[in-house]
């Protein structure tokens, strides 16, 4: 396995003013994600895992401090590097699934291919079956939200996410719409992708039920690291 961290935040700390007061919301954040690895922040609401996802994504920027991700430093970019940067490297699933209801699963899954570099329409089909049945909906491809259960959805949306084979991946609360069987299902799914695929996978919960499929847990109190482990109990991969 890669020990070259994908991510790198070093000394990040954001605040967010409202009126005249101002909140500091992360706290002198440094740490390393690996790729390969399915990461999970957890913290109670409010404690910063959404601003923190966004700035180790490159949404936001931290008021002080940097974040590397893939070797780039990501406040030296201009506004439309860091779009050309999201959209050839990364991948976002959110708790809403964000599918449009008049598109098939399939179609929903394509059109993330729309954005960068022309492919031809036979491999766009080809590309959006193989997400799809990698996320186990291969056989429900024609399928339309409406005729989906939450859990099948939050796997369409998996597969839009996937669709453009991006290193790092991330996802923000992915199961917060969930019943717990298919939370499980979701994040299991998100640790495979990680360990088959090489990809970065970062996830932010606030249910402690998931972090049994992590490979390691980041626990998040008031804007600061209070825990950062590793999940012994999961098997060593062997790539
Ligand atoms: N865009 C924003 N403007 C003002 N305050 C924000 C903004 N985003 C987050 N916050 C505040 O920052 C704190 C942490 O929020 P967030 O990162 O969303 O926490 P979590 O995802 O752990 O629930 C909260 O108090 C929230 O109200
Ligand atoms: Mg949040």
Known sequence: ?????SIVAEHIDRSFSSGKTRQQVLF???????????????????????????????LLA????????????LSKLTASQLDTFRLENCGFIFQGFNLF???TAQENVMLPLNYGPKIHADEARQR???ALEMVGLGSRMQLRPLELSGGEKQRVAIARALVKRPRLLFADEPTSA????NGQIV?????????????TVLGVSHDNRLIKHADRVITLEDGRVVKDQRASHIPETTA
């Open 1 to 5: 396995m890669s020990t070259t961290p």
């Open 28 to 58: 002198d954040i440094s740490l390393s994600i690996l790729p390969g690895e399915l990461t999970m922040i957890i913290g109670p609401s409010g404690s910063g895992k959404s601003t923190l996802l966004s700035a180790l994504s490159g």
């Open 62 to 73: 931290p008021d002080n401090g940097t974040v590397h991700a893939l070797g780039i430093e």
């Open 101 to 103: 209801a008049a598109l």
């Open 128 to 130: 959006s079956k193989e």
């Open 178 to 181: 969930l019943d717990g069987q």
């Open 187 to 199: 994040v299991s799914l998100l640790h495979e992708i990680a360990r088959t695929r090489g990809t």
